[in-house]
C-alpha cells in the first residue's frame, strides 16, 4: 500500500463547475497535510496546508481534512483553465524529525472551457 | 514571502564533467532542504535531505558520492552532480523548510534542468 494516495486522473472539468480531489495516507499519526499545484514543466507551488479536521477555506480553494478516515480532499471552486496542472497531495511524516513529506503521484486536472 | 530560487534553471554539459546547482531562500532561514528529482511524467523523488552545519541524508538507492550536497548557511544549500551521465539528465528540484509556525511546510525552488549529452 502507498503512503500517500491519489487518483492519478486525469480529472475533467468544465470551465466553471467544481473540481474534486482526493487524497488517502496510511500514516495514522500524521499531522500536517498539503496540496500542491504543478504545472508541465515546473516545480510544485503550495496551495495550502491544512492541520485540524475540518475544512479551511483560500479563495476558490476548499482543502478537507478527516483524520479519523485518513482522507483529504481539495475542492477548487469556479474551476478555470488555468487551473489545469497536476496537484499533488502531501503528508508530513511524523516519524521524521527533519520534516519530510510523502507525496502522492498527483491527479492531473484538465479544465475544458 | 517564502520565496526560493535555483541556480541555474537549465544546464547542458558534456559526459563525463559536474554539475553545481545552488538552492537559496531569499526571505526566511531554512534549517534544512530537500533536493528531488522528478524524470518526465512521473513523481517527485526525494533524493537527501540537506541540514545546515551536518552532512546530508540520503535516500536508499541514492548514491551519495555522486550527489555531493553541501548546506553552508541558512540560506544556501549546493548539489554537486558529479561526473555526470545521460541517465543523470533530469528536473532537479529543491525545497526548503521553514521555520516557525507550519514548519512542516516547504516551498519549492524554480527546478534545474540537466541535460547531460
Known amino acids: 500500500q502507498k503512503e500517500v494516495e491519489q487518483n492519478s486522473g486525469p480529472l475533467s472539468v468544465p470551465e466553471g463547475a467544481i473540481a474534486s480531489l482526493n487524497c488517502t495516507y496510511s500514516?495514522?499519526?500524521?499531522?500536517?497535510f498539503f496540496w500542491y499545484r504543478q504545472y508541465s514543466g515546473k516545480s510544485p507551488e503550495l496551495i495550502m496546508s491544512?492541520?485540524?479536521?475540518g475544512d479551511k477555506e483560500d479563495g476558490r480553494f476548499t482543502a478537507q481534512l478527516n483524520k479519523a478516515s485518513q482522507y483529504v480532499s481539495l475542492l477548487i471552486r469556479d474551476s478555470q483553465p488555468s487551473d489545469s496542472a497536476t496537484y499533488l497531495c502531501?503528508?508530513?511524516?511524523?516519524?521524521?524529525?527533519?520534516?519530510?513529506?510523502?507525496f502522492g503521484a498527483g491527479t492531473q486536472v484538465v479544465v475544458t472551457p | 514571502g517564502a520565496v526560493v530560487s535555483q541556480h541555474p534553471s537549465w544546464v547542458i554539459c558534456k559526459s563525463g564533467t559536474s554539475v553545481k546547482i545552488e538552492c537559496r531562500s531569499l526571505?526566511?532561514?531554512?534549517?534544512?532542504m530537500f533536493w528531488y528529482r522528478q524524470f518526465p511524467k512521473q513523481s517527485l523523488m526525494l533524493m537527501a535531505t540537506?541540514?545546515?552545519?551536518?552532512?546530508?541524508?540520503?535516500e536508499q538507492g541514492v548514491e551519495k558520492d555522486k550527489f555531493l550536497i553541501n548546506h553552508a548557511s541558512l540560506t544556501l544549500s549546493t548539489l554537486t552532480v558529479t561526473s555526470a551521465h545521460p541517465e543523470d539528465s533530469s528536473f532537479y528540484i529543491c525545497?526548503?523548510?521553514?521555520?516557525?509556525?507550519?514548519?512542516?511546510?516547504?516551498?519549492f525552488g524554480p527546478g534545474t534542468r540537466l541535460t547531460v549529452l
Open positions: 525545497s526548503a523548510r521553514a521555520q516557525g509556525a507550519g514548519a512542516d511546510t516547504q516551498y
Open positions: 500514516d495514522r499519526v500524521s499531522q500536517s
Open positions: 491544512i492541520y485540524s479536521n
Open positions: 502531501a503528508v508530513n511524516k511524523q516519524t521524521d524529525s527533519w520534516g519530510k513529506l510523502q
Open positions: 526571505d526566511f532561514q531554512a534549517t534544512t
Open positions: 540537506s541540514n545546515e552545519g551536518s552532512k546530508a541524508t540520503y
